[in-house]
């Protein structure tokens, strides 16, 4: 009974602000209040009738999608050589390439700012995109390094020994049996993507928008509901997208 | 063409500093099974995963056929390998576990799908094409396994402890089961065990190793009854082991002085002074009264009952300790503990071991 109090305590917590933004955004005022006054989906016309919202979705997926797809491939890689491979330096490459999650992203910003300006990158879509490749790379490693953890390597050899090559063995055996973690990092690497703020600050060109760098400019220069029913939206496709996906591969009962 | 299958020859395999396999030089003939036995680390898995091709030796030929297999990929060295945790592939139905290797082949998808369907018929698992190995038991997915690898025609069958996940009894009659099969195919085959009654009864001849290299190849029967090595003596069944040193010795004939005291009659070969020790099989030992021609005299210290059949240690009047199998028949009593008896140790079945 206690238990269940904390519980909902906890919860109430972590998910206030979640439901004071989803409150706000159906207020009848020209301004985000709480609690809402009135109810009106005036604010969700706006957004989805607003040419600047629209090309930033559109450019904030366009975004993720590339440096999904990037960061998919690299990911699934290094995570295959560092779950499989045997040879020197092996945790000190894994925790390198792990370390963007732990990396302020200010400081991640800050630097590829300045190598991008050096290479000739800095403002344009794909330096973007190779950017936040970086960022969301090591949560793509994560999911498939699990998935090969439990996987037995006797499989593999077992399609080798059928006769299978290199390739045969990787598309016809191991790709499919560690598809789960892929599709999971994918998953990840793509919500990471279109919510990433700071190092698309820096990185940005003229005109290149992303979905937050919009909700973030707005709030610098107006307050209207509009930015709460935006981030309303995000919310469910967060909901219809993330849920089902963290209950099959992130629930902490199932580890 | 050569008359053997199979052929290793002085295979080694160093991992830094430590010697995993030494030396193995082993010949199977056709359609012959042979079963590597040992303790687990005696470098048993180690030499049948070089003949798979999945670790490179850093020593010594491999020949499949006549042919140097030695640097040849896995994936094209025609061997059909059964393993511990049978690797089927978990997101396959058995039919396409089974024409996975076929398939790889790029035959005709007819000859695919009838050389498939009879693989699967000839290990009994026709009303189950269907179903992933998941839905199956553990005898069931050992059979998939088995087809997988037949359903080739492999030159070299190699089995990986491939019964030691199954239940005792299915144990058994897989047993049977894998022998018949490998006859029936007459497919040469190589069998990785560390179970003495599994080798004994699914081989044609046994090799022991131990510590990296193999003590002993020969049949089931020549293993336990001439065991080459001390090592082959104390793995291979119970043996009596009396230390000592050899006194005299020709023809093959011998007499032993033990440690504990006695001069006794043996098998054997070994210059006078050389330590060693006499390995004698505890059923092979008679007890009979005490005061019989020939028979040496001792003590029975501490009696067990088995099935049938009773065990007695003996300590003989001369010194050393010996443990003696009796067969319960009808009517004899079993000796009682601390009971004067006679032990009659023969020549033949007393061989001497060298170490």
């Not at chain 2, 299958?5 to 030396?23: C, F, H, N, P, T």
Request: overall charge neutral; charged content about 20%; hydrophobic content about 50%.
């Amino acid at each position: 009974m206690i238990l269940w109090l904390i519980v909902a305590l906890v919860g109430l917590y972590l998910m206030a602000p979640v439901l004071v933004v989803i409150a706000t955004s159906f207020t009848a005022t020209a301004y985000p209040v709480f609690p809402p006054q009135g109810f009106t989906w005036r604010w969700f016309g706006e957004v989805l009738a607003s040419p600047e919202y629209l090309a930033a979705m559109r450019f904030s997926t366009a975004l993720a999608a590339a440096s999904t797809a990037i960061a998919t491939v690299l990911g699934t890689l290094a995570a295959l050589g560092l779950v499989r491979g045997r040879f020197r330096g092996q945790t000190a490459i894994s925790a390198l390439f792990l370390s963007p999650i732990f990396f302020p992203a200010i400081v991640l910003g800050l630097a590829l700012l300045i190598f991008f300006n050096w290479v000739g990158l800095a403002g344009t879509f794909p330096g973007m995109v190779a950017a936040h490749a970086v960022l969301t790379t090591p949560f793509v490693i994560r999911m498939v390094s699990a998935s090969l953890a439990e996987f037995d390597p006797a499989v593999e050899e077992a399609a080798k020994n059928l006769g299978a090559s290199a390739m045969r063995t990787f598309f016809l055996v191991t790709l499919p049996l560690i598809r789960p973690g892929v599709v999971a990092g994918a998953v990840f690497a793509f919500i990471i993507s279109f919510d990433e703020l700071v190092v698309s600050l820096f990185l940005a060109g003229p005109g290149m928008q992303t979905l937050p760098i919009r909700i973030f400019t707005s709030l610098e220069y107006s307050s209207r509901p509009s930015v709460s029913a935006v981030s309303t939206l995000l919310i469910l496709v967060w909901l219809v997208v993330g849920v089902p996906l963290y209950r099959r591969f992130l629930d902490v009962r199932h580890t | 063409m050569t008359t053997y299958d199979l052929e290793m020859q002085g295979l080694r395999k160093i991992y830094g500093d430590s010697v995993a396999v030494d030396a193995v030089t082993l010949s199977l003939g056709k359609g012959e099974m042979v079963a590597l036995l040992g303790p687990s680390g005696c470098g048993k898995t180690t030499t049948l995963r070089m003949v798979a091709g999945f670790v490179e030796p850093s020593a010594g030929r491999i020949l499949l056929d006549g042919r140097d297999i030695t640097h040849v990929p896995a994936n094209q060295r025609d061997t059909g390998m059964v393993f511990q945790s049978y690797a089927l592939f978990p997101h396959m139905t058995v039919r396409r576990n089974v024409a996975f290797g076929l398939r790889c082949r790029h035959l005709p998808e007819d000859e695919v799908r009838r050389r498939t369907a009879e693989a699967i018929e000839l290990v009994g698992l026709g009303s189950f094409e269907e179903r992933y190995p998941r839905q199956l038991s553990g005898g069931q997915q050992q059979r998939v396994a088995l087809a997988r690898v037949l359903v080739l025609r492999p030159k070299l069958l190699l089995f990986d402890e491939p019964l030691s996940n199954l239940d005792a009894k299915l144990r058994v009659q897989m047993r049977q089961e894998i022998r018949r099969l490998q006859k029936d195919v007459g497919i040469t085959a190589l069998f990785v065990t560390h179970d003495q009654d599994e080798a004994s009864s699914i081989a044609d001849r046994i090799a022991v190793m131990n510590a990296g290299r193999i003590e002993q190849a020969g049949t089931p029967a020549e293993i336990y009854n001439e065991p080459a090595t001390r090592f082959v003596a104390d793995f291979i069944g119970t043996s009596n082991l009396i230390d000592g040193v050899a006194e005299t010795s020709g023809d093959g004939r011998m007499t032993f002085r033990a440690d504990a005291g006695g001069v006794f009659a043996a098998r054997g070969r070994a210059s006078t002074g050389a330590r060693g020790a006499l390995c004698i099989r505890p059923e092979k030992v008679d007890i009979c009264p005490p005061g019989v021609a020939g028979a040496r005299e001792g003590i029975v210290r501490r009696t067990a009952r088995t099935a049938g059949m009773m065990e007695y240690v003996v300590v003989l009047t001369d010194g050393p300790e010996l443990t003696v199998q009796e067969q319960l028949r009808h009517g004899i009593a079993p000796r009682e503990d601390g009971a004067l008896v006679g032990v009659v140790l023969r020549e033949e079945d007393t061989q001497f071991l060298v170490g």
